[in-house]
């Protein structure tokens, strides 16, 4: 395959300085804008992980009083979930790759773009000024009436700051959507689009359908908690639990929002390291949507202990049971994608392998919560918590690891150094399942969530969890030196050290700032490797 | 038709294909307000079946007179908006910016009765919170009624005010010379936000003034 | 949005339905229907909002790409005030 030559003049280098960082409209440029972003507050959201991890590990409440240690996990909730997770994979590889993956010059409103940026800013200079000012004890699940009416710490700045970044995810997403329908190259039909624009087109749908509810819920808790509005207070009448379903209407799609862009990278990766056409394609592909659509159905599973009528609970533990089909359909598409490929272990493929693995095992115990009779026995113990982390940990961010080391040649024009990738994707590996794992044995044991005490027994595993914590900690690390350092000492990049199918490898490693000098005419389907998706000869029996 | 100055972005093909993402952009953004508000009709549908009388008791305390006038007044701005972009649509600089300055004139009739109104609430001391006052059985779930009201005026008459900021934006570029029959998308997005805004209370309209208005 | 040009008279029809539309609903609360009320009240507004998007919208002229999205939003709304009202319907039994 030939290869565009190294670029003199490039999206990085084409003009110098901060405001033509701060006031760009190139979507690579914000793409990296939001890679800075996130990375602070996944530092930000890790810090607090770390204290949380430390005071678990003795019974005793003994590194910091209880409302302090609300605080704690609370600001890792808000602080991952808010500005790391529902962000990164879109804001950072879909901002990046969206347009090049179709052969567009730009997304459909650059400046909008941008906006998109600020808002994260805002939202997050919001969040950032209400921990200095002595934080959010709620939970980031913000449950009145304790948010509203009796908690005594910053809620209402927190909320404005997490309704600031909300408008942030609904512009990108209305950005992806028109960008998808309005600019494909000629000859890009949608079932020719790689599946990774399958998935942020689904992510688009629910982050433009979810997030207005999340941002009205959260005018109504302020209205509440500054006014003395009655909407959720009990004693004006009002119900708290009103507030659960305005609130899991969002925040349940919301985890779609985190693990759908993921399984889009998943995909890419997947068929580029084992030279396969993904199995399945428009299985994949509708699958997406599915998820999208069953997604808003299912939020009352998070309400079975609450008050909830039962009936309604039943209606909503069948429908999460259905949801898990779309994901089924993924996992059993990649591995059949997987066999009798032509395997390779790069990087990329370590973080592939964990996600498949880590998320199913997530994915499965979502099914033990899906069953409302199980649920109501291991509602707020450990088990959910493991059970959230084996996702949006060993689902997304190794998704999102292995994709910013897939596609960071494409980004930064050089190559990481694949010894310590590899490495550092084996620590995380190992850290990641000695912290979550025992939390399922737990939570099963009846440890509750959100305590800083506990009982004696428990022991053992909090401190194997907490060790655990320390190792998936300087894991990540390692890749944050490592990048850093490649940008200025990596080897130069070619335009597809992968030899990678997919219009963004046909440009310069980095491109142009306009992509694609001329626009591309698309011919052949997605994934155009060199083995097809079936591969056994006549009469082979499986 | 060949323009002085292209007003199609680098990224886009055309100018047809920069008008067709603008239109679908528009209406993505109107499809999360529907969302937006939808989150208070929940509320009011949640808390109407919980408290059918004092709806009505709360209901009856507002003035269907005013709010029919603004009604009407809306429907009238709606039409004067499509107006406009036809205006605009036609290359009528003139018509254009008297169009735009009627509905501007009357979204501000809107928000002027709008503030009589609530000026009528706060001296009844409807206004919920500390100085909340109701007689009767019902109070408690009145002065919910009243919480989502305001709510849901609130949310709207913000709405119209940004709308207001958006049409004096459009008249300012319209007395430039901006627009022309081969570009005014302008006009036209922020006509579908006008029209979307006059939609969100023909809805609020019979929802909070004319519950139980028999008997 | 097409480069159709919507006829005056059009736009005045509308308009005038519209105006006559708010003063049925308004005629019709002052009638005791029992349950009714809400029914029409809010029939009535349907089909004002209806009348506002075809022709003051373009929507009526408009690619069938909006339709999708405007019915998706509706959908939405419906779901989130139809699963939300099952759990409150259902309290009771």
């Given at each position: 395959m030939t290869q565009p030559p190294a670029?003199?003049?490039h999206y990085l280098n084409v003009n110098y300085g901060v405001r033509s960082w701060l006031l760009t409209v190139d979507h690579k440029r914000i793409a990296l804008l939001y890679l800075g972003s996130v990375t602070l507050f996944f530092m930000i959201g890790g810090i607090f992980a770390m204290l949380v991890r430390l005071e678990l590990l003795?019974?005793?409440?003994?590194?910091?009083?209880a409302e302090t240690y609300n605080k704690m996990f609370t600001m890792h909730g808000i602080a991952m979930v808010f500005f790391f997770l529902l962000p990164a994979i879109p804001a950072v590889l879909g901002n990046f790759l969206v347009p090049m993956m179709i052969g567009?010059?730009?997304?459909?409103?650059p400046r909008l773009n941008l906006l998109s940026w600020y808002l994260y800013m805002i939202g997050a200079l919001f969040t950032i000024w209400a921990i200095v000012a002595g934080g959010v004890d709620?939970?980031?699940?913000?449950?009145t009436p304790y948010s509203t009416a009796?908690?005594?710490?910053?809620v209402v700045p927190v909320a404005l700051g997490i309704f600031v970044a909300g408008f942030s995810s609904i512009l990108t997403g209305l950005n992806f959507i028109v960008t998808i329908h309005k600019?494909?190259?000629?000859?890009?039909t949608w079932f020719r689009l790689p599946l990774f624009i399958w998935a942020h087109y689904a992510t688009s749908i629910i982050m433009i359908l979810g997030t207005p509810v999340l941002a009205i819920t959260i005018v109504l808790v302020a209205l509440e908690r500054i006014?003395?509005?009655?909407?959720?207070?009990p004693a004006l009448?009002?119900?708290?639990v009103l507030f659960q379903h305005f609130f899991w209407f969002y925040s349940h799609p919301a985890v779609y929002i985190m693990i759908l862009p993921a399984m889009g990278v998943i995909s890419e990766l997947v068929a580029c390291y084992s030279r396969k056409?993904?199995?399945g394609y428009s299985f994949v592909a509708f699958s997406s949507l599915a998820i999208a659509l069953v997604g808003?159905?299912?939020?009352?599973h998070h309400m079975f202990?609450?008050?909830?009528s039962v009936y309604a609970a039943l209606v909503f533990s069948i429908l999460s049971f259905l949801v898990a089909i779309p994901s089924a359909v993924k996992v059993f598409n990649w591995t059949a994608t997987l066999y009798k490929g032509r395997i390779s272990f790069e990087t990329p493929m370590l973080y592939v392998f964990g996600f498949i693995g880590l998320f199913t095992v997530g994915g499965l115990t979502g099914l033990f919560l899906a069953a409302l009779g199980l649920d109501v026995h291991v509602h707020d113990t450990y088990f959910i918590v493991a059970h959230f982390h084996y996702i949006m940990v060993g689902g997304t961010i190794m998704a999102y690891l292995g994709g910013l080391h897939f596609w960071w040649p494409k980004i930064s024009g050089r190559l990481y150094p694949e010894w310590w990738g590899r490495l550092s994707a084996g620590v995380i590996f190992v850290g990641f399942n000695l912290t979550f794992f025992p939390q399922f044995i737990l939570g099963y044991l009846g440890m509750p969530r959100r305590y800083h005490v506990y009982p004696e027994e428990f022991q053992v595993l909090n401190v194997m969890s907490s060790a655990g914590a320390s190792i998936l900690g300087f894991g990540y690390l390692i890749p944050l030196v490592y990048m850093i350092w490649s940008m200025r000492y990596g080897k130069p990049a070619p335009a597809n050290p992968w030899s990678a199918?997919?219009?963004?490898?046909?440009?310069?490693?980095?491109?142009?700032?306009?992509?694609?000098p001329v626009t591309p005419v698309v011919t052949e389907e997605a994934y155009?490797?060199?083995?097809?998706?079936r591969r056994l000869p006549e009469g082979t029996h499986v | 038709m060949s323009e002085a100055v292209s007003r199609v972005a680098h990224h886009f093909d055309d100018a047809a294909q920069q008008k067709d993402a603008a239109t679908l952009g528009m209406w993505v953004f109107l499809v999360t307000e529907i969302l937006f508000f939808g989150g208070l009709f929940l509320a009011y549908v949640v808390y109407r079946t919980s408290f059918p009388e004092a709806w009505v008791e709360a209901s009856h305390e507002l003035d269907v007179t005013l709010g029919g006038i603004n009604t009407a007044v809306l429907i009238l701005s709606s039409l004067t908006m499509a107006l406009a972009v036809q205006a605009a649509q036609l290359g009528r600089r003139k018509g254009l910016i008297v169009f735009l300055a009627l509905t501007i004139l009357l979204g501000g009739t809107f928000l002027g009765i709008k503030a009589v109104e609530y000026h009528h609430k706060v001296v009844e001391h409807?206004?919920?919170?500390?100085s909340f006052q109701f007689h009767g059985a019902n109070a408690r779930a009145v002065q919910i009624f009243f919480s989502i009201y305001f709510a849901m005026t609130g949310m709207h008459a913000l709405h119209m005010v940004i709308g207001v900021g958006l049409l004096l934006n459009l008249m300012r570029q319209g007395l430039a010379g901006r627009f022309t029959p081969a570009w005014y998308t302008p006009v036209e997005m922020v006509g579908l936000y006008w029209h979307f805004v006059d939609i969100v209370w023909i809805f609020l309209f019979p929802l909070l003034y004319l519950v139980g208005r028999h008997g | 949005m097409s480069e159709h040009v919507v006829p005056r008279r059009v736009y005045y029809a509308i308009f005038s339905t519209l105006i006559v539309l708010t003063g049925v609903t308004v005629a019709v609360s002052?009638?005791?229907?029992?349950?009714l009320n809400t029914l029409v009240a809010m029939t009535i507004a349907c089909v004002k909002a209806t009348f506002v998007v075809l022709y003051f919208m373009h929507a009526r002229y408009g690619s069938r790409l909006i339709w999708v999205m405007l019915g998706a939003g509706v959908l939405w709304l419906v779901i989130l005030i139809a699963l939300t009202m099952g759990d409150y319907a259902s309290r009771g039994w």
């Open positions: 670029p003199d003049r003795t019974p005793e409440g003994d590194l910091m009083q567009a010059k730009d997304l459909a409103f709620t939970g980031w699940t913000f449950y009796w908690s005594n710490t910053n600019m494909r190259a000629p000859g890009l006014f003395h509005f009655g909407f959720f207070d009448g009002g119900d708290p056409r993904i199995f808003f159905l299912v939020w009352g202990v609450s008050g909830q199918a997919g219009l963004e490898w046909t440009t310069p490693s980095p491109p142009p700032t306009e992509n694609f155009a490797y060199d083995l097809p998706a | 409807h206004v919920p919170g500390a | 002052f009638v005791d229907l029992g349950p």
